[in-house]
């Protein structure tokens, strides 16, 4: 699916906001400009911002405000990135090495900050106090999510609960808060709020979920990161799990193993195992789960060409590639 087909209702909505981006991303400080420009036009999707300026227009928001705030969702999303890099010790991001490889550590936790503080910045600008809680909630989320993920790494006990709350919390809640802006900048009824909150936070859920399925089914190429990536850094995604579940003893120990130790010297035998059990299928069915609970959500919304678009995004959550 052509995501151009998705974007085609707030086509000039976009370009607005890609262009606030640039303009916003400005500092005196020369190394915050290279390492932000460097993110920012590394190729992502933007579907978070898509998300605020699909659900606005849904709800029937006639204003310019969701710009701002498809920017500031960008903005925080960003600024995870170059912390989960740091964090995690990833290379390779988009096909291109992480900002972390480029300039270091300490620049990129900074220049995420800069972006942090940014984005409150033009959010405050917005001028509502509901915007301002959503949004600070929502961070509070994604933090609490990225530390729970932590919790998580080298621990082959993990439970599909445990690693259905990191994900909900570190990458739903920002697809959640950007819906549900939409609706709060329409003046929408608490019934449509709901309903569109409800929507990004099956999306972002479903998105996650093939996330992680493509991360030991696609080759590196297509995907823009090392293949196994989440298994060396100690992380036990879904497909994992479920193969712990379900799969032989012997597959128990080496994927247990995996875990404990980082498995990217035997990622081949890890990916032959996980192939062998219904573990990508099992992550696939629930990705389809919630995109069909985001798109009973929609159902509350005015039918419109932006809430079809919200319907088709939700389809690409999970017919995606890379």
């Known amino acids: 699916m052509d995501l151009s087909t998705i974007r085609h209702p707030v086509a000039e909505d976009?370009?607005?906001?890609?262009?606030?981006?640039l303009r916003r991303l400005q500092s005196d400080v020369v190394l915050i400009n290279q390492i932000g420009h460097y993110i920012v036009n590394s190729g992502g999707k933007r579907l978070r911002p898509l998300c605020v300026l699909l659900a606005a227009r849904a709800c029937g928001y006639s204003g310019e405000r969701h710009i701002d705030l498809a920017a500031v969702v960008e903005f925080i999303h960003t600024s995870t990135l170059l912390h989960d890099d740091v964090v995690d010790g990833s290379e390779l991001r988009r096909n291109r090495e992480t900002a972390n490889v480029v300039w270091g550590n300490d620049a990129s936790v900074l220049v995420g900050d800069f972006l942090y503080s940014r984005a409150f910045e033009m959010m405050v600008d917005v001028g509502s106090m509901r915007v301002m809680e959503v949004l600070a909630h929502a961070t509070n989320r994604i933090a609490e999510g990225e530390v729970l993920q932590l919790l998580n790494e080298r621990d082959p006990d993990t439970s599909e609960t445990r690693?259905?709350?990191?994900?909900?919390?570190?990458?739903?809640?920002?697809?959640e808060a950007g819906s549900r802006l939409g609706a709060v900048l329409a003046d929408s009824s608490s019934a449509v709020e709901a309903a569109a909150a409800s929507y990004g936070l099956n999306l972002g859920i479903a998105f996650q979920l093939i996330d992680d399925a493509l991360d030991y089914s696609v080759d590196n190429a297509e995907w823009g990161k090392n293949v196994g990536d989440d298994l060396e850094e100690g992380k036990p995604t879904l497909p994992v799990i479920r193969a712990i579940a379900v799969g032989t003893p012997a597959q128990q120990t080496l994927l247990r193993d995996a875990i404990e130790h980082g498995g990217r010297d035997?990622?081949?035998?890890?990916?032959?195992?996980?192939a062998s059990t219904?573990?990508?299928?099992y992550?696939?069915?629930?990705a389809k789960t919630h995109v069909i609970r985001a798109q009973e959500a929609l159902k509350v919304l005015p039918v419109s060409a932006a809430t079809e678009a919200l319907a088709l995004m939700a389809d690409f959550a999970i017919s995606r590639t890379h």
């Open 278 to 281: 219904d573990a990508i299928a």
């Open 163 to 175: 690693y259905m709350e990191v994900i909900t919390r570190k990458t739903a809640t920002l697809f």
């Open 283 to 286: 992550t696939a069915q629930l």
């Open 14 to 21: 976009s370009k607005a906001v890609d262009a606030l981006i």
């Open 266 to 274: 035997q990622i081949d035998a890890v990916i032959q195992a996980i």
